[in-house]
């Protein structure tokens, strides 16, 4: 694991993962939503293009979850999932929807 490299995309993506919970217990999907709604505007739909081709080769089992352990403290993420390898699979078809919407991040009180 020492050899790769997280593109910088990685870290735009994990700096917005947040837990808004009063006791910080925000589900896998809550907090991918935040993160996604919160991610930045430049480029934004050829960025989250880039960025699920980078979480699927997260999710492929390729790595374990000590190894994205590794990646996640390497970021300025506040939240680290439990189970990576269980997150990102969790985040592709959420990333999915919000790429088919043109990559526009929800409006308020708008469901996922």
Do not use: C
């Not at 993962?17 to 935040?34: C, F, H, P």
């Not at 960025?51 to 390729?62: N, P, V």
Request: hydrophobic share 40%; glycine share 4%.
């Amino acid at each position: 694991m020492p050899t790769y490299r997280v593109p910088p995309l990685f870290y735009d993506f994990a700096a917005h993962v947040v837990d808004l919970t009063r006791d910080y217990n925000s589900t896998n999907k809550e907090l991918i939503l935040v993160a996604l709604d919160n991610f930045p505007k430049h480029n934004r739909l050829e960025r989250l293009r880039d960025l699920r081709k980078l979480l699927a080769d997260f999710a492929s089992g390729r790595y374990s979850d000590a190894e994205l352990m590794t990646l996640w403290q390497g970021t300025n993420a506040r939240v680290y999932p439990r189970k990576s390898v269980e997150f990102f699979r969790e985040a592709l078809p959420i990333l999915d929807r919000y790429i088919a919407k043109g990559g526009a991040p929800r409006r308020w009180n708008e469901e996922e």
